[in-house]
């Protein structure tokens, strides 16, 4: 008679983790196996500042506490870092930097977040780059304070037109103080200072061409936009854009020129100020942040000739 053995297990679950039939040696091997995450890549960063970790300690000097600079940079940086991190997955323009994509963005209705999230995370960083532990006073540059009283006058005027320009905004964005070049003279470069403002999440730079957003996303799709860019432009008045004049005679600037270059900016969105100076507290938190601006920095993001006009005795500007 033929007997039929039954095989035996190959191994017994115990409670105290796998168990060998064949001798009493219990593996230390565990009764799940750990979940490894997925690895994403990252490739867009909060960029470090400066006095990133005395900021985090102490708060920005006579401007924002540890707690809000930790809601109006850390936290509201990374979040628009990691939404232009999963706007920009995979795609061909995912290792460029924040300001490009704004300016390959700007006039692309359809990429409407991404140009925002783009955007407002170069400008919040601009804003922050211009603060410090200990801010350099204007009389402390005095090639750039002659330029500024060369256009304004004197720089309580420039405090005065920049604060009142902010304060009077209905809704969040920037100011900015920018150094305009003359695009009608494209050997010499020559300009003046301007100041200009910026809602939501607009970009001070003219080669973004003035976002301009004329459909309804939620009621437009790839064929709508596509007549949308075909069609002819209704208005061509304004200072700026790119039908204006100033938006044709931009092509006269040499490769790898720039029209506008912005020097120093104020952030007016209402989660910057809002802790540490309340809703109704937008005018003080603009006279403090006067008071903290590193003019340093903003010496070192003005162009050359914004002083070398009247250093060659130029007259002044009316």
């Known amino acids: ?42 490739l867009h960063h909060v960029p470090p500042l400066t006095y990133d970790e005395t900021f985090k300690r102490d708060g920005v000097p006579g401007l924002f506490s540890p707690t809000g600079y930790q809601i109006a940079w850390t936290t509201y940086q990374n979040l628009m870092v990691q939404k232009l991190n999963e ?13 490009d994509i704004v300016i390959q ?24 780059s211009g603060l410090s532990t200990s801010p350099q006073h204007i009389d402390n540059c005095p090639l750039l304070k002659e330029s500024l009283e060369h256009t304004f006058g004197s720089i309580d005027t420039l405090r005065a037109t920049m604060l009142d320009t902010a304060a009077a905004m209905f809704g969040p964005g920037f100011v900015w103080l920018v150094w305009a070049r003359d695009v009608t003279s494209p ?33 437009s799709n790839a ?8 069609a002819e432009p209704v208005n061509t008045a304004g200072k700026f854009g790119p039908y204006s004049k100033t938006g044709k005679e ?14 120093l900016c104020v952030n007016t969105w209402e989660h910057t100020y809002i802790y540490d100076f309340g809703l109704p507290g937008k005018r003080k938190y603009l006279a403090d942040w006067w008071e903290a601006v590193d003019w340093g920095t903003v010496e070192y993001n003005t162009p050359r000739e914004a002083w070398q006009d009247f250093d060659r005795g130029m007259p002044r500007r009316q």
């Open 1 to 42: 008679m033929i007997t039929r053995r039954l095989a035996r297990p190959l191994s017994v679950l115990s409670s105290s983790g796998w168990t060998c039939p064949s001798c009493s040696k219990a593996s230390l091997l565990p009764q799940r196996l750990p979940q490894i995450p997925l690895q994403r890549r990252k």
């Open 223 to 230: 064929a709508t936009y596509a007549a949308y860019q075909a």
């Open 187 to 219: 050997t010499v470069r020559r300009g003046e200072w301007r100041i200009l403002t910026t809602y939501l999440a607009g970009t001070p730079y003219p080669e973004a061409g003035y976002r301009h957003q004329g459909l309804d996303m939620n009621t």
């Open 105 to 128: 963005f700007a006039r692309d209705p359809m990429n409407a977040s991404l140009f925002n999230h783009a955007s407002m995370a170069h400008n919040n960083h601009y804003f922050f």
């Open 87 to 99: 706007l920009t997955a995979g795609e061909p323009f995912e290792n460029k930097q924040p300001k």
């Open 250 to 263: 931009s092509g006269m600037i040499p490769p790898g020129g720039v029209h506008l270059m912005p020097t």
